[in-house]
């Protein structure tokens, strides 16, 4: 495992999303620039998620919701921002899930909240190996 002082990757030019690895371990660019580490995990089969559903996953110590959006799959944070409310339990929509405590409404493609675009809801990269579902979080 790595302590809090060797986290840093060395990622040479690359462009936004491209990724490093070491073991389980990645460094990943964001939109600013800046190298994001994070690890992967596996979280389910393809199977698991059917198309126009979510699906609650304990991952990495945090609540994650895995949407299946016509066979493209999207993680993003499991707690609804407003009130804690379960948003994997949510009804799905194309893209858009609604939290189902008070109707809060985030595009699952971008996590925008569908009516204040200054609400970012917090997204994880998923990646398909086979049939199973990888999804990478940030280190802590």
């Not at 460094?27 to 995990?41: D, P, S």
């Not at 985030?106 to 994880?124: E, I, K, S, W």
Request: proline share 6%; hydrophobic share 35%.
């Amino acid at each position: 495992m790595w302590s809090r002082s060797t986290r840093r990757v060395h990622v040479g030019p690359a462009g936004v999303g491209e990724t490093q690895r070491h073991g389980d371990t990645e460094g990943r660019i964001n939109t600013n620039g800046m190298v994001v580490v994070t690890k992967r995990f596996r979280v389910a089969s393809v199977g698991d998620v059917p198309v126009g559903e979510g699906r609650e996953f304990v991952v990495g110590g945090r609540i994650v919701a895995l949407f299946n959006v016509e066979g493209a799959f999207h993680a993003m944070d499991g707690i609804c921002p407003h009130a804690g409310g379960p948003l994997a339990k949510g009804a799905l929509s194309q893209n858009v899930v609604t939290c189902p405590w008070h109707g809060w409404q985030f595009d699952v493609t971008t996590g925008r909240h569908c009516l204040n675009a200054q609400l970012q809801h917090p997204r994880f990269p998923v990646t398909i190996e086979g049939r199973e579902l990888w999804i990478e979080l940030p280190s802590e």
